[in-house]
């Protein structure tokens, strides 16, 4: 740039050389006054991009600073004019005054983010322009019409907000019937009213945004809900599209600071530095080439008219680095369970009764989590919805009577905390109806928890490929089509491979908080205080073993990355017991198998050369072999297979450096979710058409890339008792009402209709049978007109027009005798029908 302040705003010029500066536009050749009484800064020279239509006073007839045709500066050089910053553009200034000495760096917000070509390269944001965000949305929708009456925006940035700062919200395809305006709006953060806040709403007819204007401090990570309350909005979509649950937000903060992007490509320049000329002989030549494991570092010099500045340069070096290299594959999923204890109201066969339903949770049971419980045998007359029960953190529930499933989901605001005994009873008023032979229901059951660990494994990160962390996606669309959520996890390091040898089983039931726990003592056999200084894994927890004494061994908890939880001396459920020796006996619960709860010795791997083999490093890379049986050279899928050094991927992974990296993350309701990559492949909201894979997730538009935003949304994995949580993608709306008792349904388009399940409202109906078409409506007379708040103009059989505003119906003249319900005949005869 070539201007001294500080305080521009809006669109900043970059790339062109300054010159001697005028005191006065009008007279741009006048040489008698010096610096800095000659405050006006041109580009280049007096004169150097003119003629210029976009520059010339005609166009400029209201901006003060422009008092001819020439030169595109004002004062200090700030940019003025319908097109500053131009720098010398050749597309945009005639033949005979074009000057090439500059180079053009484009000031678009979303071109610059996204770094699609060398035009765009070195770029810069907008002055004031910071690291975007994302805002929560939701709606008050007119009944019936579906348009929009009022918006509640949610934001919380991870810097604070200050007065000043503006938020541009984009909200593509959305238009304001009443056009551009200015609606009141209310704004909350941590249950205090902010004031000095406002909102404007733009729309050009088919696009339109948000622009909110903060008028006080607000801290970083501090929830604001900015809500819209005055009449003047009436935001509509087109049909069958809905409106966005969320959407990104430029944020301005208008202090003049400006961001420049350097990518692999940008452009080089030359030129010599002399006292009067500072950027002398200024040329663009060839485009920088940065190798990557290049450590690159960065200076920037201020320059006037006449001279040039000291420099600043970065404080830290940057490494040039590559993207990292992919997952190499999943090695295991678990669902996260825990038992529960059942009991009745009573046994009478086929009767309803009440169900008591006793858990101690393995772990933290927060917001939303639910628990699916199988009832095997129980039935009801109806799928029971808003179920209330007598527990106030299990508080609600529902049967889903086609799965024999009773979910019992936590309360808004209330934590089922870990190893805390709930006790929850559902009345028999509800009508669960015991199983049809008496006393036949079981006492006890493995509850399914929303809840998952995952497991993979990727090539260990390198100096030239470096890793952050990892996104996750989940859906319930098999084909990846809607109903994607995205959360990020830290990469972990220190998870490795593990060398488990079983020294015994666990002889009593362990708390999550315990320190020390009980194995067979092995007696004459070796001592085990060779385990001291060294890990035991019981379950999914690693414990740190501090002392030993006969068959007690002293722990501390919850080591290497895992968490402290609840042990049982058996699984399976029902009636299952353990001896001492490990043997199982008894009658497990359904699907399950009495199994006795094992004490490893646990020689873990990753990034400790303490512990493990190859001075804790895993370079146990095995063959990828078609036979995963246990006698064969294959490998098997399973987090408990990772010693072996199975690479399970045709063909076989490379890992560059040698070494594995093994990660974990339990995805659990109420995870932040975040913003930064798009669901599959796709620059939309979701896949349009077609099977996505989400081979090449790309970055939603006007993101940060290497920048995931967490929003306020939370996300609750889907529950397989509840069909109305499952995901559904809108492919139609009702043209005619239905009763609760049609068995025809009639839709605007009925193309993807065929042998599916839909929903409508909260119901769910199953279309079989061949489509067929149909007279929907007889328009009589022509509607035209705007309807009050958005209403749709319609008319009568009678002519009589609906919608209010300046609603009016064509022919004027009415038909008599119609009504509702009458015969309409054809004219002409010989079975001449509608078209």
Not at 269 to 297: E, F, K, M, W
Request: aromatic share 8%; charged share 15%; with cysteine.
């Amino acid at each position: 740039g070539n201007s001294m302040d500080l305080s521009w705003s809006g669109t900043m010029q970059f790339g062109a050389t300054g010159s001697a500066c005028d005191n006065n536009i009008e007279v741009p050749f006048d040489t008698t006054a010096v610096f800095p009484a000659k405050r006006f800064c041109s580009m280049y020279m007096t004169g150097s991009n003119d003629p210029d239509p976009f520059d010339s006073y005609v166009t400029n007839f209201d901006n003060p600073y422009v008092l001819n045709s020439q030169g595109n500066s004002g004062a200090n050089g700030a940019p003025i004019g319908r097109n500053p910053g131009r720098a010398g553009r050749v597309s945009l200034v005639s033949a005979s005054s074009v000057k090439t000495t500059g180079t053009y760096v484009t000031d678009t917000s979303a071109a610059c983010r996204a770094g699609t070509n060398r035009v765009n390269n070195p770029c810069a944001l907008p002055g004031g322009e910071d690291w975007n965000t994302v805002v929560a949305l939701s709606y008050t929708q007119t009944a019936g019409s579906g348009n929009v009456t009022a918006v509640v925006m949610t934001v919380k940035r991870d810097r604070g907000i200050y007065p000043g700062n503006m938020l541009r919200i984009n909200m593509p395809g959305t238009t304001n019937s009443l056009g551009s305006t200015d609606p009141v709006c209310t704004v909350m953060a941590g249950g205090a009213a902010l004031s000095n806040w406002t909102c404007m709403w733009t729309d050009d007819g088919t696009n339109g945004y948000f622009t909110i204007s903060a008028g006080s401090a607000v801290l970083a990570m501090t929830e604001v809900t900015i809500t819209t309350t005055s009449a003047d909005l009436v935001l509509q979509r087109s049909a069958g599209r809905l409106f966005p649950p969320t959407a990104v937000a430029t944020v301005n903060t208008g202090t003049g600071r400006v961001t420049m992007l350097f990518r692999n490509g940008s452009s080089a320049v030359t030129y010599t530095s002399a006292s009067g000329d500072p950027l002398g002989n200024y040329r663009a030549s060839t485009y920088i080439a940065i190798p990557a494991n290049t450590i690159v570092s960065f200076r920037a010099y201020a320059y006037n008219g006449r001279f040039k500045s000291a420099v600043a340069s970065t404080p830290v070096q940057v490494r040039a680095i590559q993207k990292p290299d992919p997952p190499a594959y999943f090695a295991e999923m678990d669902h996260r369970s825990v038992g529960v204890k059942l009991t009745y109201g009573r046994n009478n066969a086929s009767l309803p009764t009440s169900v008591t339903v006793t858990v101690s949770p393995n772990l933290d049971l927060t917001n939303g989590t639910t628990l699916d419980i199988h009832l095997r045998g129980f039935t009801s007359t109806a799928i029971i919805r808003d179920i209330t029960t007598d527990n106030s953190v299990f508080a609600t529930g529902h049967f889903n009577s086609n799965l024999s499933t009773l979910v019992l989901k936590v309360a808004e605001g209330m934590t089922a905390a870990k190893g805390v005994e709930q006790v929850i009873t559902i009345d028999e008023a509800y009508g669960l109806i015991y199983p049809s032979v008496r006393g036949s229901a079981a006492t006890g059951q493995v509850a399914l928890i929303n809840a998952f660990s995952l497991y993979w494994v990727t090539p260990f990160p390198r100096t030239n490929r470096p890793r952050k962390g990892f996104v996750i996606q989940a859906t319930t669309d098999r084909n990846w089509l809607s109903d994607i959520h995205t959360v990020t996890v830290p990469d972990k390091l220190n998870n490795g491979a593990e060398d488990l040898i079983r020294i015994g089983y666990l002889q009593e039931y362990i708390t999550a908080t315990q320190t020390n726990l009980t194995i067979l003592d092995p007696g004459a056999g070796p001592s085990l205080s060779w385990l001291v200084g060294k890990y035991v894994k019981v379950d999914l927890e690693v414990m740190r073993v501090n002392n030993v004494t006969a068959g007690m061994i002293f722990v501390t908890r919850g080591q290497r990355s895992t968490n402290a939880n609840v042990h049982q001396m058996f699984k399976g459920g029902g009636t299952c017991a353990c001896d001492t020796a490990g043997v199982a006996t008894g009658t497990p619960a359904s699907g399950l198998v009495c199994s006795c709860t094992q004490v490893f010795a646990a020689y873990i791997q990753a990034t400790d050369p303490s512990i493990g083999k190859f001075n804790g490093f895993d370079k146990a890379v095995g063959t990828a072999g078609n036979t995963p049986a246990a006698s064969q050279d294959g490998c098997k899928i399973g987090a408990i297979y990772w010693p072996l050094g199975c690479n399970v991927r045709n063909p076989p992974v490379t890992y560059a450096t040698g070494l594995r990296s093994f990660q974990n993350f339990m995805l659990t309701p109420g995870e932040a979710e975040a913003q930064w990559l798009t669901n599959c492949g796709s620059v939309g909201d979701t896949c349009t058409s077609g099977t996505c894979q989400c081979s090449t997730p790309t970055l939603i538009p006007n993101m940060d890339l290497g920048s995931p935003v967490h929003t306020v949304q939370k996300l609750y994995p889907r529950t397989s008792g509840d069909p109305l949580s499952w995901s559904g993608v809108p492919i139609a709306t009702l043209s005619l009402q239905m009763s609760a008792t049609v068995r025809n349904i009639v839709l605007n388009d009925a193309r993807q209709a065929s042998a599916s399940y839909l929903r409508i409202d909260d119901e769910l109906v199953y279309v079989h049978g061949p489509r067929s078409r149909g007279v929907v409506r007889v328009q009589l007379y022509q509607p035209s007109g705007t309807g009050d708040n958005g209403a749709t103009c319609q008319c009568g059989v009678a002519g009589n027009s609906t919608g209010g505003g300046s609603c009016s119906c064509y022919p004027s003249v009415k038909m008599t005798g119609c009504g509702t319900g009458g015969v309409l005949g054809t004219i002409g005869g010989g079975g001449l029908g509608f078209l």
